[in-house]
Each structure stands twice: as structure tokens, then as C-alpha cells.
């Protein structure tokens, strides 16, 4: 398996783990952890369609970048104003 799909595997595992964690209690934690690693697996599914499914270096610069990439008009357009949205609420920060 190649890196980026290893990657957006282990995001993946930690949006079902909050998932799975729910507890209304904790709703606004849980809520702040999901929407961050919504980010990041957007942002890596972006990178991997920019590579065409090829293995890909991960850096900072290539994430941030990936999702502008995207055509706004394209199949993938929603992720694009998707990742619009998460940068509002989600920071890497």
C-alpha cells in the first residue's frame, strides 16, 4: 500500500474512533476532532487525485495546496467547496 493511502486510512480509523466514542457529553470535543481530521482527509483525498493514485510525497505545502487544485466544476468540485467550508471551522492550528 502506498503512502498516501496508508495516511488517509489512519484518518479515516480516527473519524470511526470519535465516531465510535460518542457520548453526548462530550459532543463538542468530539464534534472539534472530527471536523479537523475532515480536513486533513480531505485534503489528502485531493492530493491523491492530483497524483492520479500514484504515490505521492506528503508535505504541508502539497495538502494545503491539492484542494484548490481541484475544478470547481469537476466530479470533485464538492470536495473543493467542501474543504471551502472545513477551513472556516477546522484549523491545522
Same mark, same amino acid.
Given at each position: 500500500? @502506498?503512502?498516501? *493511502?496508508?495516511?488517509?486510512?489512519?484518518? *479515516? &480509523?480516527?473519524?470511526?474512533? @470519535? %465516531?465510535?466514542? #460518542?457520548? +453526548?457529553?462530550?459532543?463538542? $470535543?468530539?464534534?472539534?476532532? %472530527?471536523?479537523?481530521?475532515?480536513?486533513? #482527509?480531505?485534503?489528502?483525498? +485531493?492530493?491523491?487525485?492530483? +497524483?492520479?493514485? !500514484? *504515490?505521492?510525497? %506528503?508535505? #504541508?505545502? +502539497?495538502?494545503? @495546496?491539492?484542494? @484548490?487544485? $481541484?475544478?470547481? &466544476?469537476?466530479?470533485?468540485?464538492?470536495?473543493?467547496? #467542501?474543504?471551502?467550508?472545513? !477551513?472556516?471551522?477546522?484549523?491545522?492550528?
Amino acid at each position: 500500500m @502506498n503512502k498516501i *493511502d496508508s495516511e488517509i486510512l489512519t484518518i *479515516d &480509523t480516527a473519524i470511526c474512533k @470519535n %465516531i465510535d466514542k #460518542f457520548h +453526548a457529553s462530550e459532543r463538542g $470535543l468530539l464534534s472539534q476532532n %472530527i471536523l479537523s481530521q475532515l480536513r486533513n #482527509f480531505v485534503e489528502h483525498i +485531493a492530493l491523491k487525485e492530483e +497524483a492520479n493514485g !500514484q *504515490d505521492v510525497e %506528503i508535505t #504541508f505545502e +502539497a495538502l494545503k @495546496n491539492a484542494p @484548490n487544485r $481541484l475544478q470547481p &466544476t469537476g466530479s470533485l468540485g464538492y470536495l473543493r467547496r #467542501f474543504h471551502n467550508f472545513l !477551513q472556516g471551522v477546522a484549523s491545522h492550528y
